[in-house]
């Protein structure tokens, strides 16, 4: 049970006649026939010559037919590499390369090996596959990072990390059988194998395949399947509460638990979560790639202050401090120490060793604080941090302050260059369509709240903000346009 493919033995065996997930047609494929499927899948890779520990691309949107690959190439004993589909085939090539990929799998290869398996035994497959069963700390995964701070870095997790938090994180946001789960997050993020599909295999859960993200899509399909269970950044969770409330009906009342996560999470974007999706719970977590994902959340029944100004508190298992921390509230880089934290960087020693100490504490490159009840505050990346003039400016601090004015829908905040003072901010702003403010109305209330230096130096307004795909604001696109529109001023 403490490898991905023990969490499939068991779900199979626990709910064999339970809906999975389902298909491109809508058709439903239970835990029972996805096991089966799983073992076809898995002695076909074999027999293209998958050797134990080799690695196999996954490019596709999410569908059940990349479900099926994924957990194939594991029972063969071989490791996935996750590609984002939408990435440029040069983007894709480098990874490739990179990775040392016995092969990669796209769509046409995906959907056959999803198919519905004829003329071959599943307990047969399952025999000429018991000798490849993975160990707990064999790696399961080569996650390559999105390379928005530099050169994309190969994290190699392990199915001990894997199962552990994503048990763990089960259990805290209260998943389980009966549960219905559309994945949004992509495939190839860990958020959408990992706290999507992997949780549904954990939780007995039915998932439901968004292959990309579209409010009105993904609001139909809440009242359509009454889905129960959400999880997204922010940003998914607006543009759905926006299309809920664009369409005029009354707004779909199954949905008992949403899961989110960001530094700026908006008081006024849980409370509108809970009042028009009438939500039991709603968790914000906090995690990264080299931590397997998760390492923080807040518990149901946290008090709204808790759930926007915290990611909440450290999973069982996993601890959290701060660099240099004498006192609660005192600000510093995130260190945490788990079963989660990588194996370490692919074929990279020494960005592995500047990562992790020799007591295991993985350096994440986040700025926070714990607060007295063990709450971790994002304030921030390091590598995010606009310097100004010498002092740090924050660009999640000045999201959070702007956010709270009742004019802001969406906010993000970027650094660009500066002659005088090396860098400032600039911020990116969506205006509530109700009594839209200026930009001079914006900076004066940020102003009245913030250090001089912290102030914004433009404040320029958007129909919406460029989101990536998992989807999150995509500030890489944001500079570019912050340095050429006050290139133009």
């Known amino acids: 049970m403490d490898t991905i493919p023990g969490v499939l033995a068991h779900a199979a065996a626990t709910w064999p006649d339970a809906t999975a997930l389902y298909d491109d047609a809508g058709d439903p494929i239970t835990f029972g026939s996805l096991q089966t499927r799983v073992h076809i899948a898995a002695a076909a890779l074999v027999a293209r010559g998958l050797e134990p520990g080799g690695r196999v691309a996954l490019t596709a949107p999410n569908t059940a037919a990349w479900a099926v690959a994924n957990l194939a190439v594991l029972t063969a004993g071989?490791?996935?590499?996750?590609?984002?589909?939408?990435?440029?085939?040069?983007?894709?090539?480098?990874?490739?390369?990179?990775?040392?990929?016995?092969?990669?799998?796209?769509?046409?290869?995906?959907?056959?090996?999803?198919?519905?398996?004829t003329g071959r035994d599943a307990h047969s497959s399952y025999s000429e596959l018991a000798t490849r069963a993975p160990t707990p700390d064999a790696v399961s995964h080569v996650q390559f990072t999105s390379g928005t701070t530099g050169l994309p870095k190969g994290v190699m997790l392990t199915h001990r990390g894997m199962v552990e938090t994503t048990r763990a994180w089960v259990e805290i946001v209260g998943l389980g059988p009966g549960d219905r789960y559309p994945v949004v997050n992509p495939f190839s993020h860990i958020g959408g194998h990992k706290t999507g599909l992997l949780a549904a295999l954990v939780a007995g859960a039915t998932v439901y395949p968004v292959g990309s993200f579209?409010?009105?899509?993904?609001?139909?399909?809440?009242?359509?399947?009454?889905?129960?269970?959400?999880?997204?950044?922010?940003?998914?969770?607006?543009?759905?509460?926006?299309?809920?409330?664009?369409?005029?009906?009354?707004?779909?009342t199954s949905v008992r638990v949403a899961v989110?996560?960001?530094?700026?999470?908006?008081p006024a974007l849980v409370a509108r979560m809970q009042a028009t999706l009438t939500l039991d719970a709603v968790h914000a977590g906090y995690g990264l790639t080299e931590a397997t994902g998760v390492c923080t959340i807040t518990r149901a029944g946290d008090p709204l202050d808790v759930v926007?100004?915290?990611?909440?508190?450290?999973?069982?298992?996993?601890?959290?401090?701060?660099?240099?921390?004498?006192?609660?509230?005192?600000?510093?880089?995130?260190l945490v120490r788990g079963p989660g934290v990588m194996r370490g960087y692919l074929d990279d020693d020494a960005a592995t060793a500047a990562a992790i100490d020799a007591d295991g504490w993985l350096a994440t490159g986040d700025v926070g604080a714990l607060d007295p009840d063990g709450n971790l505050e994002i304030r921030d990346r390091?590598?995010?941090?606009?310097?100004?003039?010498?002092?740090?400016?924050?660009?999640?601090?000045?999201?959070?302050?702007?956010?709270?004015?009742?004019?802001?829908?969406?906010?993000?905040?970027?650094?660009?260059?500066?002659?005088?003072?090396g860098e400032v901010p600039v911020a990116f702003v969506v205006r509530a369509p109700n009594h839209p403010p200026t930009d001079a109305q914006l900076l004066d209330f940020t102003r009245e709240r913030l250090a001089t230096y912290k102030v914004p130096r433009a404040i320029f307004f958007l129909n919406e903000l460029p989101m990536n795909a998992i989807p999150k604001v995509d500030k890489v696109v944001l500079a570019n346009v912050a340095r050429e529109l006050i290139t133009r001023a």
């Open 260 to 266: 989110t996560g960001s530094a700026n999470i908006p």
């Open 214 to 252: 579209d409010a009105s899509a993904v609001a139909t399909l809440v009242d359509r399947e009454a889905i129960t269970f959400l999880q997204g950044p922010p940003a998914m969770f607006q543009g759905l509460l926006d299309a809920v409330i664009a369409r005029g009906t009354p707004p779909p």
């Open 78 to 117: 071989g490791v996935v590499v996750p590609l984002n589909h939408r990435s440029r085939a040069a983007e894709q090539q480098e990874i490739l390369d990179r990775a040392g990929c016995a092969f990669e799998l796209r769509v046409r290869e995906l959907m056959e090996f999803a198919a519905a398996p």
């Open 308 to 334: 926007t100004r915290t990611s909440g508190r450290a999973i069982p298992g996993v601890e959290v401090r701060i660099r240099d921390a004498r006192a609660a509230g005192d600000e510093g880089e995130i």
């Open 382 to 421: 390091l590598k995010d941090m606009v310097i100004v003039g010498g002092f740090n400016a924050y660009p999640a601090e000045i999201e959070r302050i702007l956010a709270e004015h009742d004019g802001v829908q969406q906010v993000a905040v970027v650094g660009v260059p500066d002659e005088r003072l």
